[in-house]
């Protein structure tokens, strides 16, 4: 196993659609284990293969933050039903360091994905779970959580994603 860097916003990777995954062989496997290594490491909730610069429709979920005995691991992963309810809730980003801010998103979803042998599964979640979820969703679309936050929000953090941005392109 080993552990892959992190790519920083600004970042083109961040920003594209990742691709469908077709192959489910060993090398996908690897990749598993050293996303899940990787978003340990880092103390992540979640993470998305984009984020360590593969643009592909696979993520990492850490269902239980502290517990590493109940990753997710999805693969083509497509949300069939947002719940009614909506919540608000902080949130940060391993590839947005130093910001958080509240993002409003379903508190229930049910989505249908692949697991590693490529085999279909279809998941309920709810709370952390589904909010995690949600977010890592986005990046495989290529949109961040700070896309989300409003208006006035997104006008205080500005100067600091144009930082951000000159770190993420300079691959930092
Ligand atoms: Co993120």
Known sequence: ???????????????KRGEKVTEFDDDL?????????TMILEDGVGLAAPQVGVSKQIAVINREPGNSDTLLMVINPEITLFGDETESMDEGCLSVPGIRGKVTRSVSLEMTYQDEKGEQQELYAEGLEARIIQHELDHLG??????????????????????LSKRGREGG
Do not use: C, N
């Not at 196993?1 to 920003?15: E, F, K, N, Q």
């Open 1 to 15: 196993m080993s552990t892959m860097r992190i790519h920083i916003y600004g970042d083109p990777v961040l920003r």
């Open 29 to 37: 496997l690897v990749f598993l284990d050293d996303m899940a290594e």
């Open 142 to 163: 290529g949109v961040l959580f700070v896309d989300r936050l409003s208006i006035a929000k997104k006008v205080l953090i500005k100067g600091k994603l144009r930082e």
